[in-house]
C-alpha cells in the first residue's frame, strides 16, 4: 500500500491526468502503479510522460535505454523500477537473462552500452559532478554529444521514477524482483 493513495481507475484519477493515463492504457493494455500514483499531480504525470516520450524519440536504442534504467534502479534501490525494468527489458528489448543481470550490476557485454552504464552510475555517485576524463571515454566508447545528454536525461528520468516509488511505497505490479545486496 502506498503511502498516498492510488487512484484505482483511469476515472479516479483528477481529470486532467485521464488523458494521459488513457493513452499509457491504450499503449500498454493496462497503467502501471506508478503512472496511476504520478497521476494524483497531473503536472508530475505530464512531466513523467512528456520526458519519457521525448526519449523514445531520442538516439538511444531501447536496449540502451532500458539497461539504463535497471543500472539507476538498483543504484538507488528501486524495487519497483527494477520488477517493471526486468520485465520490459525482456518483454519489450527482448534483452536476455545475462544481459539482464549484467545491466543491474551497471555493465553490459556490449562495450558500447557498458560505457554509458559506467557514466550513469559515475553521474550517480558523484551526483553529477563527474570528471572531464568520464564524459570523455563515454564519447570515446561511441556516444555522441547529443547521446551523452539523452544519458543524463535518462538518469534524471529514472532517479524521478525510483525516488518516487521508493518515497511512497509505490504497490509493485510487476513480477516482483529485489535489488542486490549492497
Sequence with gaps: ????????????????SRPILEA???QLGVVPNIFRLVATSPVALNALAGLQGALGKGKLS????????????EANGCDYCLSAHTYTSANFAKLN????????HGSSSDAKAAAALAFARALTAARGSVAPS????????GYS????????????????????????????????VT???A
Design 62 to 73: 531501447l536496449a540502451t535505454r532500458e539497461r539504463l534504467a535497471l543500472t539507476m534502479a
Design 134 to 141: 568520464e564524459v570523455e571515454t563515454v564519447r570515446a566508447a
Design 97 to 104: 537473462d545475462a544481459e539482464i543481470a549484467a545491466a543491474r
Design 145 to 176: 554529444d547529443a547521446e551523452i545528454l539523452e544519458i543524463i536525461a535518462h538518469v534524471a528520468l529514472n532517479t524521478f521514477t525510483n525516488y518516487v516509488n521508493e518515497a511512497l511505497g509505490t504497490e509493485i505490479d510487476f513480477p516482483h
Design 24 to 26: 499509457i492504457n491504450k
Design 1 to 16: 500500500m502506498s503511502v498516498i493513495p492510488t487512484p484505482a481507475t483511469i476515472s479516479d484519477a483528477p481529470e486532467a
Design 179 to 181: 535489488r542486490l545486496a
